[in-house]
């Protein structure tokens, strides 16, 4: 399998790649730069299709807040391009490839297909929600078009937020476009260390419930620090609470001092500058706690409502062997389980994730614990279904990634 490779660097090139693949029934595993082949289960394909000839920005209109560029991009240079002119990606994508034992931070198109977003996500939105429009391939070898190159131009379905997040199972992209935002000018996190768990998340959803706009809320415990300064980081032996505020110099030195009358007594607490404050949302938004594969080898994200994250948690603690920190107040729960035969916990925390209304995305384990508890936990099986109709009207013959997500 996966005997013939292909690198178009043309639209032109890959449409006919496609077309010749439905032809001969060959199927596709589709890849930028290869980063996060660990995600999912194995492709089983005839063919390999990458996309990292495919590159170059295409436009980019600063004033409209808006670029459009080629699937096969790498990040970094998106990033450098929308430095020079005081803007960014304000759904801050993660750079997962440390997951998965990859020095390349992986491109553009991989962070849509992922529908990646990092721990601004609950102000900002995720990826499907800045993505304007793409032009790609379906399964039939047909060239299509959804939305646009401007903010708010789509009437009707608006096809492109549905391939965010499909992992390359749906169609093979060949141009997106994407707004952009104002970078802010002052960036800094409120560090609150030696809360207890309980006491950590009630400070975060005190700061979610005001005024205050904070762009960034998490909790690590100790346990979680400690993994982090294996790199010969220094780090305090303590639980971290971390409350980002961005905006004016003004604005900020405001919100943060409105904070302080929230602290519990006595608590330590220091103002973490622009550099400082990067770094720190770096481990937040990267899972920089779960880099080693030996410690934690089974990893998965939960997505639940964060009022129900302090039962969650202690439910993980009393598994015992697992190693887990917040994001976004508590909506989010990375957890990483310490041994490699830990399918059982895994199920259990399924079981309690569901009976909470959330959902799971298993994003790295060895290949028997993903087979049976798959990479989704899908709170309804209707909703396992849906997707399993929308591949098949995108790709009837099951010509991309076959089997990378578990859909029939």
Request: with cysteine.
């Amino acid at each position: 399998m996966n005997n013939e490779h292909f690198s178009p660097e043309l639209e032109q090139q890959a449409l006919e790649l496609v077309q010749w693949s439905v032809a001969e029934g060959k199927t596709l595993a589709i890849r930028g730069t290869n980063t996060k082949q660990g995600f999912g289960l194995p492709i089983k394909a005839d063919c390999v299709l990458t996309m990292w000839r495919l590159a170059g920005i295409c436009e980019y209109h600063p004033e409209e807040l808006v670029m459009v560029a080629l699937p096969g991009t790498p990040l970094a240079e998106i990033r450098q391009e929308l430095t020079r002119h005081n803007q960014h990606l304000a759904f801050e994508p993660p750079s997962l490839n440390r997951l998965y034992r990859s020095d390349e931070e992986g491109t553009l198109g991989g962070v849509f297909m992922g529908n990646l977003a990092g721990p601004r996500r609950f102000k900002a939105g995720s990826a499907r929600d800045h993505i304007l429009g793409v032009r790609a391939i379906n399964g039939r070898g047909e060239l299509w078009k959804s939305g646009g190159k401007v903010i708010k131009n789509v009437s009707g379905y608006d096809m492109s937020k549905l391939l965010t997040g499909s992992w390359g199972t749906l169609s093979v992209v060949t141009e997106l476009s994407f707004k952009v935002l104002p970078a802010p000018p002052v960036s800094r996190s409120l560090a609150v260390w030696g809360l207890s768990p309980r006491l950590g998340l009630a400070l975060l959803a005190q700061v979610a419930s005001t005024p205050c706009e904070a762009s960034g809320l998490a909790y690590l415990p100790a346990a979680a620090l400690a993994a982090i300064a294996q790199n010969d980081m220094s780090l305090k032996d303590e639980a971290l609470t971390l409350i980002r505020m961005e905006g004016t110099e003004v604005s900020v030195a405001e919100r943060v001092q409105a904070i302080h009358q929230w602290l519990p007594p006595a608590c330590q607490h220091n103002l973490l500058e622009q550099a400082e404050s990067a770094l720190a949302w770096s481990w937040v938004c990267d899972a920089a706690p779960l880099f080693d594969e030996q410690r934690t080898p089974i990893i998965l994200k939960i997505s639940m409502p964060p009022a129900d994250a302090w039962n969650l948690i202690r439910f993980i603690d009393e598994l015992r062997g697992c190693l887990w920190y917040l994001d976004a107040a508590g909506g989010w729960l990375w957890v990483g389980i310490c041994q490699v035969s830990g399918a059982d916990k895994l199920h259990a925390l399924i079981r309690e994730v569901r009976a909470a209304a959330g959902s799971a995305t298993l994003y790295r384990a060895p290949l028997p614990v993903k087979q049976s508890a798959g990479i989704y936990c899908f709170a309804d099986e209707s909703v396992k279904r849906l997707n399993e109709k929308i591949k098949h009207s995108f790709d009837p013959s099951n010509l991309f990634n076959p089997g990378r997500l578990g859909l029939n």
